[in-house]
């Protein structure tokens, strides 16, 4: 598949800080990456490298195969920064306008309320009386009104509510689906996990996780088999089972977190348990984000 992203040993220093350490990657076409990481981990800093709103210090940064600031380039990206400001005392329907001139196939104005779910109201709110969520999705509109190929996404979700931002995903994935190549950061995990196909985890500026969410996990967290029980049996018996590494009775189910889940299920069927309802149940996005940080600290 074409590469529409690629970074080759980039570095980034600031004075004496230095944000982003060597990191290398390729985005293919139509690939949602979630781009994850602590607060200061080089995550923003990434993204303004690939926007070409920062230059590296070292290495290369390629969009299209050409450099992000050639203008054939910019006008097939859009995006939508954590910090972002429009002009006060203008209109929606006058900022959206001026933003459709610079490219040469944006999308309609009925096509910008139907994606983004601005409202004719909104539509003719000045800019500084819109709360914080129609703030959130002016800039979504202006990141999408030049029907960009590449869509930067930088903590897009900040300040919106539950319903809004089910419905902000939602609209994400529609436009993935149109060939739509995505890359977005955010601090809610379990956006990155239904959102993202791919996540790459920055910790320290260095690029620590990359793969799948179900590769992370599968990696980087235990699997813990849950179930009822109709007989009653002792929490020693269960932490006895081999590869068993903790034992959790609550509401009426057993929970056994195991290193192989495979194995546990073969002992618990050659002891004959008396128990039903057995579910097996992978690590949570945001339990392999901390044990990956955690185990490439002790490293340093």
């Given amino acids: 598949m074409e ?9 980034k220093q600031f004075q004496q800080h230095r944000a982003v350490k060597d990191i290398s990657f390729t985005v293919k076409k139509g690939e949602a990456v979630a781009i994850l990481g602590a607060n200061g981990a080089g995550k923003t800093t990434t993204i303004l490298l690939m926007l070409g709103l920062l230059q590296p210090t070292n290495g290369t ?8 600031m050639e203008k054939e380039v910019r006008q097939k990206i859009g995006s939508m920064l954590q910090e972002t400001s429009v002009m006060d005392s203008l209109k929606v329907k006058e900022i959206i306008p001026l933003v459709q001139s610079y490219y040469p196939h944006s999308l ?33 509109a202006i990141a999408l009104a030049g029907n960009p190929e590449l869509i930067f996404l930088d903590e ?10 089910k419905a902000f995903w939602k609209t994400v994935e529609e436009l993935k689906s149109q060939g739509k190549t995505i890359i977005f950061t955010t601090h ?4 990155a996990d239904e959102a993202a196909e791919r996540i790459i985890m920055i910790s320290d500026g260095k690029i620590v996780g990359d793969g799948t969410p179900e590769e992370l996990k599968a990696k980087w967290t235990k699997k813990t088999i849950s179930f009822k029980e109709t007989a009653d049996y002792s929490l020693d018996m269960y932490k006895s089972i081999p590869f068993v590494e903790e ?21 618990i069927f050659e002891m004959n348990l008396k128990i039903q309802d057995i579910e097996i149940q992978q690590g949570k996005l945001e339990d392999a984000f901390s044990k990956l940080l955690q185990e490439k600290k002790e490293e340093i």
Avoid at 188 to 191: G, M, P, R, S, T
Avoid at 247 to 267: F, N, P
Wanted: net charge positive; with cysteine.
């Fill in 3 to 11: 590469k529409i992203i690629e970074l080759i040993n980039v570095s």
């Fill in 247 to 267: 034992v959790v009775r609550e509401k009426g189910r057993i929970s056994l977190v195991t290193a192989d889940s495979d194995k546990t299920i073969y002992c």
């Fill in 188 to 191: 809610y995990l379990q956006e």
């Fill in 156 to 165: 897009p979700t900040v300040g919106m509510d539950i319903n809004a931002r």
């Fill in 108 to 140: 309609s104005a009925d096509q910008l309320l139907s994606i983004t779910g601005l409202s004719k109201q909104e539509w003719n709110k000045r800019t500084e009386k819109l709360s914080g969520g129609q703030k959130r999705r002016l800039h979504f």
């Fill in 61 to 68: 940064v390629r969009l299209f195969q050409s450099d992000p």
